[in-house]
């Protein structure tokens, strides 16, 4: 992994879902970015390792990255962020109901480039809520970027009145669950769970590089840049809402380039 906030990588984010258009009764918010507000209207729980509202805010912790990441600065309303490691952390965020994607507060670990075909496993666990409201609008996923950036896979695992970009171009097993599978442009995909949503569970990532491998939409010597795992928001309906990763885990394992 690059080590420390000068060396994360904030690649070119694509629109990569579109809100489910809502008729939200009593939406205070307009359009548009929100005025930050006072912070202690975005409590977070006492005495944690770090904490930030910086729009790029983050916290270097055994290996991983706990990222603010407030990329959608044009339209971004305030979020803020706290961890007491890199497996249990989360945010309070406040975000206008317009269906672009405002954050993507995550949990990085960077590879230099490996090759999706070197790795005998990649896996990771999951545990998070989102807030109990419905008058919201985010999923919880896993974001993979290969290629340097120029190629994004995304694993939803948790939706919430969000579809994703592109169209669906198969329905498939995989891990032993069901899903769909959407295509935007030639460089990325996003795999939804159909008809259910998980808030805890395991995933094999590699079982999704391998499915990709092997319809050809994805070389094997492509190069693994980044593995994420956090929550796309979309819209809070202008009011601060609790996000939170109660476990979180990932385990690679590549073969050695003198091995079989």
Request: with cysteine.
């Amino acid at each position: 992994m690059t080590g420390g906030p000068q060396a994360m990588r904030r690649w070119p984010r694509r629109t990569s879902g579109a809100l489910v258009v809502l008729a939200l009764a009593g939406c205070g918010a307009g359009a548009g970015q929100l005025s930050p507000g006072p912070l202690d209207e975005m409590p977070v729980p006492a005495h944690p390792a770090w904490v930030s509202s910086a729009p790029f805010g983050s916290w270097k912790n055994s290996g991983f990255i706990v990222y603010n990441n407030e990329w959608n600065t044009a339209e971004a309303g305030p979020q803020r962020i706290w961890a007491d490691s890199f497996q249990v952390w989360g945010v309070s965020s406040r975000q206008s109901p317009t269906g672009s994607v405002k954050t993507y507060p995550s949990v990085q670990r960077n590879f230099e480039n490996v090759p999706v075909g070197s790795f005998t496993q990649l896996s990771s666990t999951f545990a998070e809520s989102m807030p109990e409201a419905q008058a919201f609008s985010a999923e919880a996923a896993y974001d993979l970027w290969l290629e340097n950036g120029n190629f994004e896979v995304m694993i939803w695992v948790d939706n919430h009145w969000r579809t994703p970009a592109g169209r669906q171009v198969a329905e498939v097993r995989l891990d032993r669950q069901q899903f769909d599978v959407f295509q935007s442009g030639n460089a990325m995909f996003s795999f939804t769970l159909a008809g259910r949503q998980e808030t805890a569970g395991k995933v094999d990532i590699l079982a999704f590089f391998d499915w990709l491998v092997g319809r050809h939409y994805l070389r094997a010597s492509a190069g693994v840049s980044q593995v994420d795992f956090g929550w796309e928001i979309a819209g809070t309906n202008g009011v601060p809402m609790d996000f939170r990763m109660r476990r979180y885990t990932l385990a690679a394992v590549i073969r050695r380039a003198n091995s079989p």
